[in-house]
């Protein structure tokens, strides 16, 4: 039987990268039933505004996975990001971000070959803010200097960062689980609990507490600011680092530019039941429908898909086919050229081409 899979396009560059995804899926002999599923800035106009319509959340709920291309998120305004509401709405708690050296990719490093792990639920991305200006921000600003004794200038923004021990629990025990399954030797938490001992020490009391129950994997603790310095430095020391939602997604960033940058950096979500699996850069919608864009960071979210799926011989295939196309260096997009402006540099489509006879040789 295929398996049934949610299929979301995404916006910008999306369609051109998932259309690529989908057809290199497919040459590996793997059968799936694709429920298209069209979400974000594009079809905003067709839903009532909405970038996020129930339909798609009401597939993926049914399928259970789901991949997805990059989806467009306004700075500073307009509606809120689809890919938060999609891991809040489906509870997709855990994020994990390999970060793994190809070669034939730039960069100054080698052999690098971290996961990242990013609680998604909770943190400041949790979404509870108040506005500068607004009556009930001015009201809780005064009610904050009250209690606190410490003042709070009046012109302020507010945002609530709630971490649970809950929440905390869940996703270090993710990390542990995740590490054993992959045969990693440590765990690593992040945190910034010598200033905010009531939200990041509470993590971190946890960390140590789930550590304590998963002896048989190494398990340690950094400062977030000492971590990010760390990992330019000796990044050969870490294995799997497990972080609240903020850190872990700037640090999951820095560690995709030890490898190469975002256009080679998979991404997926985990949640009780549902899994979603993407690319974690933008959608570059100044570079939509110019068939130049970079798939592979989509294809190697396909290649965790597999595997999640039990697909693993399939998914082996696919990233050996990959990593010998990157490293080959004749039939990549513009960016992974030694010089972007070289005129061998092949199109999004071309790219998948060249996957899927690597496949087949």
Known sequence: MPYRVTFIPGDGIGPEIAEATRRVLEATGVEFSWDVQTAGADVMD????????PRVLDSIRETGVAIKGPITTPVGSGFRSVNVALRQELE???????CK??????SPFEDIDLIVIRENSEDIYSGLEF???APETASMIEDLTRRLGKPIRPDSGLSIKPISVTGSRRIVQFAFDIARAQGRRKVTAVHKANIMKHTDGLYLRVAQEVAAENSDIEFEDRIVDNMCMQLVQKPELYDVLVLPNLYGDIVSDLCAGLTGGLGIAPGANHGGRNALFEPVHGSAPKYAGQDKANPTAMMLSGVMMLRHLGEREAADRLEAAIAA???????????????????????????ADAVIAEMGA
């Open 92 to 98: 997709l708690y855990g994020q994990v971000r390999p």
């Open 325 to 351: 196309v990157i490293a080959e260096g004749d039939r990549v997009t513009y960016d992974l050229k030694d010089d972007r402006n070289d005129p061998s540099a092949v199109g999004t489509a071309a790219y």
């Open 131 to 133: 506005e500068q200006g």
């Open 101 to 106: 050296s190809y070669r034939g990719v730039r």
């Open 46 to 53: 067709q839903n009532g505004g909405n970038p996020l319509p």
